[in-house]
């Protein structure tokens, strides 16, 4: 017999329409559920991100690198010291004098080089030994692990250091499982048995301290990266788990979990999966930990921030503990290795800020790679991207940033940003970026975004379109007088100098160093316009450059790293070198792919750059930067200070030896911050050079220059006895004039014919006297 | 002996104090300095060293102050036999790594720059001799080479007067 039906068909019809809506509207809900659990794992599970690499340190006879910047480099590598060397990663000291290394296995461009072990000597200027301990011989050079700086992965630029299941420590796979999910092997996504569990195991406790959520539930729930916790979405998570389960097996969900679990925070960037993990904390490949380091990481599943070893290092140990004490339970140790395991420190490092340090490089890295590479690729194909950045000179250059920058809050100008780029004067390498004064991943990177006038760091163009035009040596007289110019709109433009006054006539090179604007405008708009434009384009300036006459006092705007590439060109003697931070591109699996050949060209004329490079030494040596005077006279250093109108940007570029570096102070809002160059920016350029360690390189002088002395500040021909004297280079058929009377010595200059009749005879009353 | 010299010794003794005592007017202009006479340029003293009363004489050839690193040196080797097997992408990448290590050194300079020439990139090849002879054009050798490489690279680029003009700068150092 029929269970009896409501008689009326109105109300069964509409019971049925309901019960049609409802299925319906679960079937599309859980449809819409699962399009968009699918399309999340999908893009997490095949992708691979490019990793991306310091340069690498080199190892052999005579390389300047000390013991200590060795043991820091091993620090950073994550080396650890180790008596009997016999895993790859470890090191040994044996005294001042003496280290052995056993270097980990790694490939290059130019291949592999396999793990070895080997033993340094150092003395005071660097290395003096290198020996095999294997029995091989000895390797002229060996590379260290480059350190891996960060990965490309996914539009957001999150890190990852994927791990694959198989690469994988065992201990932490069971440990996981035994302390999260003991069913995950059988259950369909959810567990009912362990929320039960959990729910009398809180009951009991009076709070919270077990939950029943599967792998594959938080897994969900990381993938989402939602913190709300309401009903609606647990259900939805329990959803989308099953669904996960329906369409993926446990392998692949296991990888994902392990790559994609949160396991802290560290300022804007957050740290998923262990293989980042592990590197964050311990600065070691996931390969490499020890049992209770596992054990650690996994206890910080259950909250990262909870048990932040070293916020809460109690907390984290007693887990840690705990969680060794599972382990134990499960059969993974004996009591033993649980009490040995227990007795460990927890083993983090203790400064977990510098591994932050690299976001404004990744984003230049990113800059770059997407001029030649799709943005898929580089988030899909595994990339190996071996960069030019030197993790001890990006240090330096954060903290001299920092540095400065608290003084000057210090000092009332608080608020302040800034960004720095260290570059080689030579190769054109980039050693160094900062973006900014705190953690620029995922914050402003202002190397690459703070797009600002560059005022008078311009200057050095227009001189250096003057003197090649041939007409102007360095003691030309300009006028630096009341110069006014029509601009179209009919307004008249006066620029003014700062100091408000006028200095009538002056040599070129006071000019320069003093940076006088009138005199400046009366040189470029003679010199003209097109030809200052044209030099620009030679010095490497890519940005539109506004034809007008304000350009002649930087109304052209200009980021950290375009400044970087104009001022490369002068420091390298006028020979255009395109900036590089990518050295090579290798695929996934080792094969080359891509390199990034060094390059340059003739931008300027030798003679005109060493002119100019003559004059940007007196900016420093007596012009606006002078505070940079007493700098050893080895490292010839050279710049330009540059400020802006109503004091807004503040901007050092200069060399000193084989360093190029390029500071800008200014405020984000772009409001007045009342710093010139000379006192906001160059405080972090000469922190920055002195801690950073600069070679000396020679400047030979080129074809058809010669030296001359000439009046420091009037530029008149003078001799090595007049006080005050300098030498500036002059091209054949040009020199100084107007000789000072103390000049009128035995310095006459010989010419061409020989010695003059005066020291002809002078030569020869020597001789007679057997000089 | 001494004899013989003593009356013109006087004579002279007293000729040179009256030249000790000559100044040139303050009015007369000096005349512009005549073209060096060609040779070795001296390098640019460091500001605040000890520099000679006059321009110091043309010094001949110099050799470099330092030698090359055995790494660097290795390097440079390596590189050799890779040109010599006409592997030139793999001579330039182990010419850049040589470079590194010893960056002020001409000779990794002029190593690549000759790579270049080979890798069609004439461009590349000058601008890297320039910067071997910025580095090391004390030193007549490098002089020569680089100027002749220059040579190659301007002839490469279809420019003829320049070719010729470097040529000619080069022979004046062979």
């Known amino acids: 017999m029929l269970p009896s039906f409501p008689r009326s068909p109105g109300l069964w019809s509409w019971l049925t329409w309901a019960a049609l809506l409802t299925l319906s509207a679960v079937v599309v809900y859980a449809a819409y559920l699962d399009h968009q659990i699918v399309s999340r794992f999908e893009s997490r599970r095949w992708s691979l991100p490019a990793q991306v690499y310091a340069r690498p340190m080199e190892l052999g006879v005579a390389e300047p690198v000390s ?339 608290d003084r000057l809050a210090q000092r009332g100008k608080a608020g302040l940003q800034g960004a720095v780029v260290v570059a080689d004067v030579l190769t054109g390498e980039i050693h160094a970026v900062v973006g900014g004064r705190d953690d620029a991943s995922g914050g402003l ?225 772009n409001a007045p911050m009342g710093l010139a160059g000379g006192s906001g920016a160059l405080p972090i350029w000469l922190d920055v050079m002195r801690t950073l360690g600069v070679h000396e390189i020679p400047r030979t002088l080129p074809d058809g220059v010669g030296l001359r002395w000439v009046d420091g500040t009037s530029g008149r021909a003078a001799g090595p006895e007049c006080p005050g004297a300098i030498q500036l280079p002059f091209r054949e058929g040009s020199g100084p004039m107007d000789p000072l009377p103390c000049a009128l010595s035995d310095a006459l200059p010989e010419d061409a014919n020989g010695p003059s009749p005066v020291q002809q005879f002078q030569q020869w009353w020597r001789g007679w006297l057997g000089e | 002996m001494f004899k013989d010299r003593l009356i013109p010794g006087v004579a002279l003794m007293l000729l040179s104090a009256c030249s000790a005592g000559v100044r040139l007017p303050p009015s007369s202009p000096l005349p512009p300095v005549p073209p060096q006479a060609p040779g070795p340029i001296p390098s640019l003293p460091p500001a605040g060293a000890e520099t000679t009363r006059t321009l110091p004489p043309p010094k001949r050839d110099e050799t470099p102050a330092l030698p090359l690193s055995p790494a660097a040196a290795t390097l440079l080797a390596q590189a050799s036999t890779q040109r010599e097997q006409r592997q030139f992408d793999a001579a330039a990448a182990t010419l850049e790594r040589a470079l590194r290590l010893a960056p002020t050194h001409p000779e990794p300079w002029l190593a690549l720059a000759a790579v270049r020439l080979e890798q069609q990139r004439p461009e590349d090849a000058e601008g890297l001799a320039r910067r071997a002879l910025s580095l090391g054009g004390g030193v007549r050798a490098v002089r020569q080479r680089a100027w002749s490489l220059i040579a190659q690279a301007r002839q490469a680029r279809g420019d003829m007067p320049g070719a010729q003009e470097a040529r000619a700068r080069a022979d004046r150092d062979s």
Do not use: C
């Open chain 1, 67 to 405: 013991y200590k910047r060795l043991l820091r480099e091993l620090e950073r590598a994550g080396y650890r010291a180790s008596e009997n060397l016999r895993s790859p990663g470890t090191y040994r000291s044996e005294g001042a004098g003496s280290l052995s290394i056993h270097v980990r296995a790694l490939s290059f461009w130019d291949g592999p080089q396999p793990a070895q072990r080997i033993r340094l000597g150092f003395d005071a200027s660097g290395i003096n030994h290198l020996d095999a301990l294997d029995g091989a011989p000895a390797p002229s050079l060996i590379r260290l692990d480059p350190e891996l700086i960060g990965s490309l992965y996914g539009t957001d630029g999150e890190d990852r250091v994927l791990v694959r299941l198989a690469e994988v420590p065992e201990p932490l796979l069971l440990g996981l499982l035994a302390v999260e999910d003991r069913h995950f092997s059988r259950h369909p996504g959810i567990d009912p048995g362990a929320v039960l569990r959990a729910a009398l195991a809180n009951l009991r406790a009076g709070r919270i301290v077990q939950g029943g959520s599967t792998l594959t539930q938080q897994l969900v729930k990381n993938l989402f990266l939602d913190s709300d916790r309401t009903f609606r979405r647990k259900f939805d998570e329990a959803l989308m788990a099953l669904l996960l389960e329906w369409h993926y097996d446990k392998t692949a969900i296991l990888e994902t979990y392990l790559n994609e679990v949160y396991l802290g925070q560290q300022g804007g960037r957050a740290i998923h999966g262990f293989g980042l993990a592990s590197e964050y904390y311990f600065g070691k490949p996931l390969g490499e930990l020890e049992i209770q380091e596992l054990a650690l990481l996994v206890g910080m599943v259950k909250g990262p921030t909870h048990y932040h070893p070293l916020r809460q290092p109690e907390r984290a140990r007693a887990r840690r503990d705990t969680v060794l004490g599972l382990y134990a339970q499960a059969g993974l140790l004996d009591e033993a290795a649980l009490r040995a395991a227990q007795a460990q420190p927890l083993g983090v490092r203790a400064n977990l800020q510098r591994s932050g340090d690299y976001g404004a490089v990744l984003g230049l890295v990113r800059n770059h790679l997407l001029r030649d590479y799709p943005a898929e690729d580089l988030t899909a194909e595994g990339l190996r991207i071996y960069t030019t950045l030197d993790p001890e000179a990006q240090t330096q250059a954060r903290q001299g940033l920092v540095r400065q920058l």
């Open chain 1, 445 to 669: 990177n202002r190397v690459l975004a703070a797009r600002r006038p560059i005022g008078s760091l311009v200057k050095p163009a227009v001189y250096l379109a003057a003197l090649e035009s041939g007409t102007y040596t360095l003691v030309s007289p300009l006028l630096d007088e009341p110069v006014a110019v029509k601009v179209p709109g009919g307004s008249v433009w006066r620029p003014g100098n700062a100091s408000g006054r006028f200095h009538g006539e002056e040599p070129l090179f006071q000019a320069l160093a003093q940076s006088h604007n009138a005199a400046t405008v009366h040189l470029g708009l003679t010199v003209g316009l097109p030809q200052v434009v044209k030099t620009l384009k030679a010095l490497g300036v890519e940005a539109d450059i506004p034809v007008v006459p304000a350009l002649l006092l930087g109304v052209l705007e200009l980021t950290p790293i375009e400044v970087t590439q104009m001022y490369q060109t002068l420091a390298g003697g006028g020979l255009y070198t395109p900036l590089r931070v990518i050295r090579e591109v290798i695929s996934t699996s080792g094969t080359p792919l891509r390199r990034y050949p060094l390059s340059m060209r003739s931008a300027a004329s030798p003679q005109s750059a060493y002119l100019l490079h003559a004059a940007l030494r007196q900016v420093m040596l007596q012009g606006t930067a002078r505070a940079a005077a007493d700098l050893p006279a080895a490292w010839e250093a050279a710049g330009k200070t540059g400020t802006t109108d109503d004091l807004r940007d503040a901007w050092f570029a200069g060399y000193a030896g084989d360093q190029l570096a390029v500071v800008w102070v200014g405020r984000d809002d």
